[in-house]
């Protein structure tokens, strides 16, 4: 490659290349350095500060403003030297050189989805009631929410279920393991037929290994209940949002009570009956009104009650908007303070080479091992990823009590997908989760730098029984922040400790 010999020459180099658009790709900083994350290969570079500089003008600026504007920093020569490597470096790894993407199609959302709906499904979900015996303040099935059904009184029939579970057995030809999960309002309210679905699935799920979990409060859990189901190896897991006054203050029953010391009580009832706590999880729910002060209330949690374990598995959430909730102007979407607490807390752990509080570990280290085992690319392919969508009706399939399929128990109004009685309906899976998706949404992934790094998906997509753009662009805004300060604390990691991280290469990621 010919040396550059003027900035003259770099202006024309990169007019000719990028083609009056901007290259997509975001700059970021920690507190050592400046980073270059780069959308079409997925690499990270490190920069020095006039490197910073210049792109920073380059992305802001027209490109001769730019790099004038760049060189009253610095003398001509070291200049010179910044120019010729930077375009080495464009070459050589191939980085700024995506502009819009092209399309959607890195996926088997476009290549075998029907084979994988019709011989891989994975996972069913049975609702096998629509009756809860709490009535928490921020739930989906509560009046105020008008995107879900309200808590009903009917019960799945077994007919029903068995079903289903015959669904499962015909569509997973190709796989080695299934999962059941059982699921409510209060699943635990129709615990004879769990058991009788599990004797079912054990006579009709032949030469596979099947997984079952359920969903609960633990309010109603007893000793029998417990037994059972670490005997029969289920992944259970419990809902409880912190200490009593946290919990009680939305986690109440039908008389207005706080739940937490019923669910406590089913709690340990469950860790004293399982050997393998790995199989036990907690699902907390951080609600308003928010701060950090708030989650280290949350956090202490293991140090008021030492019997919970300290390895335990944990998804913590912002509750749903709903005028219900305290200070109901807040929008969670736009919280940071979960995030904050987090970084801070797993950081500080790992300079000190420390293990930190489950917590931060849960929300923090999914996303990390993300980074780290991202694919990077020779150079950029013009196809990319439906952002985080799975491939609908077949990494699950929601079944309602009445026997109609969804694709997932997050997702509020949408459409249905088929039933028991009739199968899936492949074209409605094709037309409206995947073909309409992909076709609404390009418009504005297509410019988005972190189109390879978003998990925006369904769940964030659909609302009034149809996908709302506007709805899913609340979620890719806030996918983007989160991203960035994702991208600065692993960059911070890798700074203190370049090897720390290797251990999220075991990590399998779903």
Not at 289 to 300: C, L
Request: hydrophobic share 35%; net charge neutral; with cysteine.
């Amino acid at each position: 490659m010919d040396r550059l010999d003027s900035s003259a020459e770099f202006c024309s180099y990169l007019k000719n290349l990028w083609q009056g658009s901007k290259p997509l790709l975001k700059l970021f900083r920690t507190n050592k350095c400046g980073y270059l994350y780069d959308t079409g290969t997925n690499r990270i570079l490190a920069c020095s500060d006039l490197e910073y500089t210049l792109l920073t003008n380059l992305l802001t600026m027209d490109i001769g403003e730019a790099l004038k504007r760049t060189q009253s920093c610095c003398r001509p020569a070291e200049f010179l030297k910044i120019l010729n490597s930077m375009r080495t470096v464009i070459e050589e790894k191939n980085i700024l050189k995506t502009k819009v993407a092209t399309q959607f199609g890195l996926s088997a959302h476009f290549e075998n989805m029907e084979a994988l709906i019709t011989k891989s499904l994975k996972m069913i979900i049975l609702e096998v009631t629509e009756k809860c015996n709490l009535r928490c303040g921020y739930c989906i099935y509560n009046p105020h929410f008008s995107q879900k059904r309200n808590h009903g009184d009917r019960d799945m029939s077994l007919e029903t279920a068995f079903r289903a579970i015959d669904h499962l057995a015909r569509n997973s030809v190709r796989c080695d393991q299934v999962g059941i999960t059982f699921y409510g309002g209060e699943p635990l309210l129709r615990f004879s037929t769990i058991k009788e679905c599990v004797e079912y699935a054990r006579r009709t799920v032949a030469n596979k290994v099947i997984t079952y979990s359920v969903t609960t409060n633990a309010t109603l859990l007893t000793p029998e209940m417990a037994k059972y189901f670490a005997n029969e190896g289920f992944g259970i897991n419990v809902s409880i949002d912190g200490p009593e006054d946290i919990h009680d203050q939305y986690r109440k029953d039908s008389n207005g009570n706080g739940s937490f010391l019923k669910t406590l009580v089913g709690l340990r009832r469950v860790i004293e009956a399982y050997d393998d706590h790995k199989k036990v999880s907690l699902s907390m729910v951080y609600s308003p009104p928010f701060s950090e002060e708030k989650v280290n209330r949350i956090a202490q949690l293991w140090d008021v009650y030492p019997w919970l374990p300290k390895d335990i598995s944990i998804s913590i959430s912002y509750a749903e908007r709903s005028p219900v909730l305290n200070n109901a102007s807040t929008q969670p979407r736009m919280d940071y303070s979960l995030l904050a607490w987090a970084k801070e807390n797993y950081l500080g752990a790992y300079k000190k080479g420390e293990k930190a509080h489950i917590i931060a570990s849960s929300l923090i280290e999914r996303n990390l091992a993300r980074l780290h085992q991202r694919p990077i690319f020779t150079e950029p392919l013009g196809k990319y990823h439906l952002n985080g969508c799975c491939i609908p009706a077949s990494r699950r399939l929601y079944v309602c009590v009445d026997g109609t399929f969804f694709i997932c128990e997050r997702i509020g109004l949408s459409p249905e997908v088929g039933s028991v009685f009739n199968g899936v309906d492949l074209e409605r899976v094709s037309s409206t989760y995947v073909d309409e998706y992909a076709t609404r949404s390009l418009p504005t992934c297509a410019g988005c730098w972190a189109l390879q790094l978003c998990s925006t998906c369904y769940a964030h997509s659909f609302q009034n029984g149809r996908f709302d753009l506007d709805y899913k662009g609340m979620s890719c805004w806030l996918q983007c922040n989160i991203n960035e300060e994702l991208l600065k604390l692993y960059c911070s990691l890798l700074e203190t400790n370049e090897n720390g991280l290797d251990h999220l290469m075991d990590w399998k990621i779903v």
